[in-house]
Structures are given as C-alpha cells and as structure tokens.
C-alpha cells in the first residue's frame, strides 16, 4: 500500500512507466492509479487531469535531469570541455532508467509537448540557461533552443529510448558529432579530443589492440 505522502511521486512514476511501455493511449488515469497502488480517485485529488499529471511528469524529469546535467559542471572548463560533460552526464542520467528516455521521446512528439516545453521554459530551464551561457552562446549556430537539442541531447535521448547503448569510444565520437553539428564552421575541435577519436578508432580498427608503429610511420 502506498503511503500518503508517497501518493504523488508514486502515480508520477507509474505514468512515466506506462507511457514508456504503452504511449499516452495506454496510459489513462485509471491505468495509472492501478500501477501505482492508489484508487483512481486518489489519483485525481493529486492531479486534477491527465494533462496535469503528464506536465508535473515532464517537469520532475526535466528537473532530475538539469541537476545530473549540471553536477560537478565546471564553469572554468572550455566551452568543448563543457559540452563533453553535459552530454556524457546525460547520457549517464537517461542510461539508469530508460523509462525516462522514453518517456521523454513519447512527450516530444505527441500534442502535450507544446505546453510541456513552455512550462518548462517559464519555471526555468538549467539546460537552456547553460547553452546560452557567454562560452557558447559566440561558437553555436543561429537556430531556436529546440533545434540544438535536437542536434544534441535529443540523440541521445533517442538512443536509449530505442534500446542503443553505447561504448565509451562510440560516446566520445558521439559528443564529437554533435559538437560539429551545434558550432559554428570556424570552430575547430579541439587537438585532445582529435587525438581520442584517433585513437579509438585505432582500437576499434585493431580489436583492441595497440597499432604497432614502425620507423616510417614517425
């Protein structure tokens, strides 16, 4: 039985994993109030209306995923460095439950999105504020927030949310790609991060092994 002050973070979880499994028709309130140990009801007292609970839904996980995002973020780290961080940190976050992977991919592309992203915007969105941060804001590309994310965390997202997960080397070219993809044509990546997509893909090339060098090859 669940506790009354657990009711509501309870049937938010029950959404998410409904809608991760099913899609929104799959999800209705009474569906949801039976996964999360509560009368439908119940359910209602929290969450005046579908809408309202799916938004609440969005909101937390959104929220969950800012601070994983942002965790450790170093402000003094170059703008790639930042961007390596973020997106491996997210992609760490998605990766322990991919209910919210796919919860969130259902969300993007149904009819609540719309409202969905405008509360996120006006409650405060810590992954829109650090894109537009001063380091960024002179290497990314004139397009809308929505766009980039697309480029960017949305790949990643969509990844998991189909099941794709990644090896370090794949990640890392992955972070790579979306850097090419967001900046601007005179950004260059920068020489370290060459040098780890060289060597990976030396690795991979090689099943793992060291290339072995020879005199001519210096």
Same mark, same amino acid.
């Given at each position: 039985?669940?506790?009354?002050?657990?009711?509501?973070?309870?049937?938010?979880?029950? /959404?998410?994993?409904?809608?991760?499994?099913?899609?929104?028709?799959?999800?209705?309130?009474? =569906?949801? =109030?039976?996964?999360?140990?509560?009368?439908?009801?119940?359910?209602?007292?929290?969450?005046? #209306?579908?809408?309202? /609970?799916?938004? =609440?839904?969005?909101?937390?996980?959104?929220?969950?995923?800012?601070?994983?995002?942002?965790?450790?973020?170093?402000?003094?780290? #170059?703008?790639?460095?930042?961007?390596?961080?973020? /997106?491996?940190?997210?992609?760490?976050?998605?990766?322990?439950?991919?209910e919210r992977a796919r919860f969130l991919s259902q969300l993007e592309e149904s009819p609540y999105y719309e409202e969905a992203h405008a509360r996120l915007i006006a409650s405060g969105d810590p992954l829109a504020e650090a894109a537009r941060s001063e380091g960024f804001t002179s290497l990314i590309v004139d397009l809308p927030y929505q766009v980039i994310y697309a480029l960017s965390l949305g790949v990643a997202l969509r990844l998991i949310a189909a099941g794709v997960q990644l090896k370090d080397e794949e990640l890392d070219t992955l972070v790579a790609a979306t850097w090419r993809a967001v900046t601007r044509p005179q950004t260059r990546l920068p020489r370290d991060a060459c040098d780890r997509l060289e060597r990976n893909a030396s690795s991979t090339a090689l099943g793992g092994a060291t290339p072995e060098r020879k005199p001519h090859d210096y």
């Open positions: 039985m669940t506790s009354a002050m657990d009711r509501p973070a309870a049937i938010r979880r029950a /959404l998410r994993d409904l809608v991760a499994e099913r899609g929104f028709h799959g999800a209705s309130m009474g =569906a949801v =109030a039976k996964e999360a140990g509560v009368a439908t009801g119940t359910a209602y007292v929290h969450y005046e #209306s579908k809408d309202e /609970l799916v938004y =609440a839904t969005y909101l937390e996980i959104k929220a969950e995923l800012g601070e994983a995002v942002l965790e450790e973020f170093d402000t003094d780290a #170059s703008p790639f460095e930042q961007w390596d961080h973020m /997106l491996k940190m997210a992609y760490g976050f998605l990766l322990e439950e991919p």
